[in-house]
């Protein structure tokens, strides 16, 4: 018999563990000083930059004019005198390509002299604007040819370059678009900036037809709440499937779960605070407003989320979120696992990104104030999301697709795939007048009597909340919960935008010239309100009714990636993406082949770990223990004794079917070709062969199974 050291060795060093020093104290360096410190924002450029400089480059900042030679070589000198000082002695452009994670080229600052000893740091506004990665090796989705390798990165100045410290020296990190030698994008940031143009320029036409003199630019803003797991590192190293897949591929349910619900918002445990501590501290550094931070639903589950900031920079920050969870987890003996479902049965992970829009004439333009009814302009933007999202549900379903996230959507606490809107009672009835003819009153808030006298009266909310819808109206804002943890959130951000700004165009030109405005907008909500109210749903998204309601309003339930992904390039798509001037048909068409791919190669390496870890981790054990149950069995009988031969049949019979259930594995993995074969042949097969080794684990001596288990995973810290 196998006895599994592993485990127990893991065990013993958490056990053993001596707390991580402390690393961060706030009570020295107060948030204050910290905020912002490696960043080269607008109160840097200030002292830095001679005053016209300054102004010419707020004037690129916040409209986008067009920057100077001369403006460039002093901002890059600027920059690099400031980074000096702080110890950089390279940059990078920073750029974020379809894989939807985010890469970097290095580059040191200096040059050698001709005297063979000078090494001269210089940096010029031409190497500020404009770097030449080898492209090679990036997925363009059949854009362009490996031969032909150009890709060019250029400096996004609305995302303010700042410094990322490492024990031995620090670098300047550029944030940059990255685009093909022909002009496509090869990237998120690009179509997310269109994007955003496109919908500020349609929102605009709205705001002026409600006769407003000042309209400052409008921005699409975002705040994403993060959520993630923690495990001990021991336990991560002896999981060659997390280590590969980021998630666990077998695992029996542990007997305890999530059921008691005493993890949620319960008290943080002193080793994750201390992670928290560093991470905020991290992330103040860098300028990233990270706001709140709580335990999750499942057991080691938890989430971080900052204030909301303009899209495009949301995006940016949300990806240095990411890696700072994991290297700061690293630090303190944690592996941050961002995978959208590492656990089977228990709460997967997802990235709750709250969008609106608003400028700093008119503020939030998504605010229904409290008596929506009244508020005219809110409703307009408001049907204008309800029709964007009805018309393009199956792309926003599209654009959160992945492997990982095709196992969140529908299960534990994540939304299903149907795409639906929460609007809430107060919002929803305003929506059944408008319907019936016209809105006249609003539901009020009220108060909210707790029954203690020494406790104050609480003003209610206009509307609850439903933890199962996809797409929420929270307030003054809605909030898209089909994003998967791991994933980007400028694909969603993309999106939402461009389908907005449609709307938002559509609705500009019926209303454009209307002879009675007011008679127009009624008229024209109470349209959109036909048309799509359809879209609108306050129930329980995971019950059965709902889904069999939801088939009779005729919303798709695009369950899988293999279902989702066709919607990337329908007819519709393509023209919403090329009139807003976002992607071309060809951006999407690439867009969609990456999706694919990276499909596919996910599902391959898992497929490879499962058939892999089964036949030479379980199946050794499995025998092992077959064996020595049978040798039992014999021993006793030939003494004459009585014994129960229950569990070697079971195990003796699981052990075959096991062997049995690789080799078929196997074979459907070696033909598979196209998404649906991975998706309804792979899949499946990979569920077989989990589910005799998850009953196994439940057989096999525990001092023998050579996984660390759920229980031990989720609740040992
Ligand atoms: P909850 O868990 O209650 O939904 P959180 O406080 O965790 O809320 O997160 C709410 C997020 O919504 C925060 O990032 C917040 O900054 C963001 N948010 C608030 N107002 C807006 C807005 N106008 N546009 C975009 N995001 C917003
Ligand atoms: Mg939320």
Redesign the pocket.
């Known amino acids: 018999m196998t006895t599994s050291v592993n485990r127990s060795n893991a065990i013993t060093s958490i056990t053993n563990r001596v707390a991580t020093a402390s690393s961060v104290n706030f009570s020295e360096a107060s948030p204050e000083t910290v905020f912002g410190c490696n960043t080269f924002n607008l109160a840097v450029m200030k002292e830095v930059l001679k005053p016209e400089t300054y102004d010419s480059l707020l004037k690129t900042i916040q409209d986008g004019a067009k920057l100077s030679a001369t403006v460039a070589d002093e901002v890059a000198e600027a920059m690099r005198q400031w980074a000096v000082a702080k110890g950089a002695t390279h940059f990078a452009h920073v750029f974020y390509p379809l894989t939807g994670l985010t890469a970097e080229k290095h580059d040191s600052f200096y040059d050698p002299g001709s005297d063979g000893k000078t090494n001269i740091s210089k940096f010029k506004g031409k190497t500020l604007i404009q770097g030449e990665p080898d492209a090679s090796s990036f997925p363009s989705g059949g854009i362009r040819a490996t031969h032909r390798a150009r890709g060019y990165t250029a400096w996004d100045p609305t995302s303010p370059a700042y410094i990322i410290e490492n024990a031995n020296g620090t670098t300047l990190c550029i944030p940059t678009s990255f685009v093909s030698w022909t002009g496509e994008a090869l990237d998120t940031k690009t179509p997310l900036l269109k994007s955003m143009a496109a919908v500020d320029k349609q929102a605009r036409r709205i705001l002026k037809l409600f006769g407003h003199e000042k309209i400052a630019r409008v921005t699409a ?5 993060q959520e993630y797991f923690l495990i001990d590192k021991s336990f991560y190293y002896s999981r060659p499937d997390l280590l590969a897949a980021n998630r666990t591929l077998f695992g029996a349910p542990p007997p305890k779960g999530q059921e008691f619900e005493d993890h949620y918002f319960g008290e943080i445990p002193d080793r994750v605070m201390g992670f928290m501590y560093e991470v905020d501290r991290e992330l103040f550094k860098l300028g990233i407003p990270t ?2 931070r709580h335990n999750e639903v499942a057991p080691g589950q938890f ?1 971080i ?4 900031e303009s899209a495009n920079l949301a995006a940016d920050h949300q990806q240095v979120i990411m890696a700072t969870l994991k290297k700061v987890a690293q630090r303190h003996g944690l592996v941050a696992l961002l995978h959208e479902k590492p656990f089977a049965g228990v709460n997967g992970s997802g990235k ?1 990104v ?3 829009l ?1 400028n700093s004439t008119q503020g ?1 333009l ?1 605010d229904p104030g409290d008596t929506p009814h009244e508020n005219a302009q809110f409703l307009v933007f408001c049907c204008a999301v309800i029709r964007a999202v009805h018309k393009f549900a199956p792309l926003l379903r599209a654009v959160v697709a992945s492997a990982a996230n095709d196992h969140r959507l529908g299960a534990n606490e994540a939304p299903p795939a149907i795409i639906s809107i929460y609007l809430g009672d107060q919002l929803t009835d305003v929506m059944d007048q408008i319907k019936a003819g016209g809105a006249t009153t609003s539901k009020q808030k009220g108060t909210l009597v707790i029954g203690v006298d020494t406790l104050p009266e609480l003003p209610k909310d206009a509307g609850d909340r439903n933890r199962t819808s996809p797409f929420a109206f ?1 307030g ?2 809605f ?1 898209f919960r089909a994003v998967g943890s791991s994933q980007t959130i400028a694909r969603s951000l993309i999106a939402m935008n461009t389908i907005l700004a449609d709307s938002l165009e559509w609705m500009a030109g019926r209303l454009e010239g209307a002879k009675d405005l007011n008679k127009a907008i009624q008229a024209l909500l109470k349209e959109v309100i036909d048309e799509h109210g359809a879209v609108i749903f306050n129930g329980n998204g995971y019950s059965e009714e709902w889904h069999a309601e939801a088939k009779k309003r005729g919303l798709p339930n695009l369950k899988t990636t293999a279902d989702a992904l066709p919607a990337l390039t329908t007819p519709e798509v393509v023209e919403v993406f090329e009139k807003q001037g976002v992607l071309s048909k060809t951006e999407l068409e690439s867009r969609k082949e990456i999706l694919t791919e990276q499909y596919e190669k996910h599902v391959n390496v898992e497929a490879n770990l499962v058939a892999e870890l089964a036949q030479t981790k379980i199946y050794p054990v499995a025998a092992a223990y077959a064996a020595s149950l049978a040798e039992g069995v014999a021993k006793i009988k030939a003494a004459g004794g009585k014994t129960s031969t229950m569990t070697l049949e079971r195990v003796a019979e699981l052990t075959a079917r096991l062997e049995a259930s690789i080799a078929e594995l196997k074979k459907v993995h070696s033909t598979a070709h196209g998404l649906a074969d991975w998706t309804f042949k792979v899949c499946p097969a990979m569920l077989q062969v989990r589910a005799i080794v998850d009953e196994l684990e439940g057989l096999v001596p525990d001092d023998s199974w050579p996984l660390p288990t759920y229980q031990e995973m989720l609740f040992i810290k």
């Open positions: 803003t975002a705040g994403p709440e706001k709140t989430e989320a900052p204030l909301f709750h709250n969008w609106s608003g939030n998504l929270t003054n804002r909030e």
